[in-house]
């Protein structure tokens, strides 16, 4: 048993993620620089990098606590090298949630990792398994934002803090989201150990359609105006102001057309 979980070619770190970091740091390199002669080039591709690392993130996080918690089989399912192509479900772990992004601006919460719950015992263990992942695009979250919580922008380019905004948002739209306690989302894994068995079996049929739920639910005015009145008072208490944010996408959708105010790099 120890042996099949200390194997080094299981927790060797992929190629393919390597890859996806080395297009995060150059481009970022190039966002900071002004390199690129369009600057929403280099943002796009540096945001979108940086989002797949931290879903790659995400789920390995996942994988990691449930390995310590006693499901030994992730590490022979590739979870802990970050390759995102080992997930279960690609398109939802990685392909819809880059869609997501590069359509609406937000961070869709992906389903991935195949835990064995049966191998692990302790109704904590499953709560913190779950949580594992969110709590990981929180800690994503306080590193995009600690140039602004720390007020450390000086000589900070202006088209990199834009670009940090909006990576910022997306991970706390993430977070926000995936905590919610829905069937099918981690924050519902976070609570359902603690349910009867009456309620989990009742609720069981709905896991699937949850992230639809919420989808269609932000596709209402009302609550997608409220929803992103939170995110937008959880950016500004960590110092980034609307303005930032807005730059930030727009730069991301240089497709689009830069708006002349958010053009300026410092």
């Known amino acids: 048993m120890t ?10 770190i992929s190629p393919v993620f390597l890859g996806i970091l080395a297009v995060t740091a150059v ?11 369009q600057p929403g080039v280099a943002v796009f591709l540096f945001v979108t990098a940086a989002w797949i690392v931290s879903l790659c993130l995400h789920e390995y996080a996942h994988a990691r606590t449930a390995l310590h918690s006693g499901d030994i089989s992730v590490g022979s399912k590739g979870y802990l090298t970050l390759n995102p192509l080992k997930y279960t479900h690609a398109l939802l772990s ?37 949580a594992a992942g969110p709590l990981t695009n929180v800690l994503f979250a306080a590193i ?13 380019p ?25 069937p099918g989302l981690d924050g519902y894994g976070v609570i359902e150990p ?40 959880i950016l500004r208490g960590l110092g980034i102001g609307d303005f ?3 730059c930030g996408q727009e730069l991301y959708r240089f497709w689009q057309g830069t708006n002349e105010f958010c053009s300026v790099s410092g």
């Open 194 to 233: 603690w349910l009867s068995y009456n309620i989990k079996r009742q609720v069981e049929p709905f896991a699937p359609f949850g992230l639809l739920f919420v989808f269609a639910l932000l596709w209402v005015p009302a609550i997608n105006t409220e929803f992103f009145d939170v995110i937008d008072a």
């Open 94 to 130: 990685i392909v819809l949630p880059v869609l997501f992004v590069i359509m609406g601006g937000i961070g869709l919460p992906g389903g991935a990792v195949f835990i064995e719950r049966g191998r692990i015992h302790g109704r904590w263990k499953h709560s913190l398994i779950s």
């Open 3 to 12: 042996t099949a979980t200390t194997r080094h070619s299981d927790r060797r």
């Open 158 to 182: 202006r088209d990199f803090q834009f670009a940090l905004a909006f990576l910022a948002l997306l991970q706390v739209t993430a977070a926000l989201l995936n905590f919610l306690p829905v």
């Open 144 to 156: 995009c934002t600690a140039p602004f919580w720390l007020h450390a922008l000086d000589g900070v």
């Open 244 to 246: 930032s944010t807005y």
């Open 27 to 37: 481009t970022g390199w190039a966002t900071w620089t002004g390199f690129a002669e």
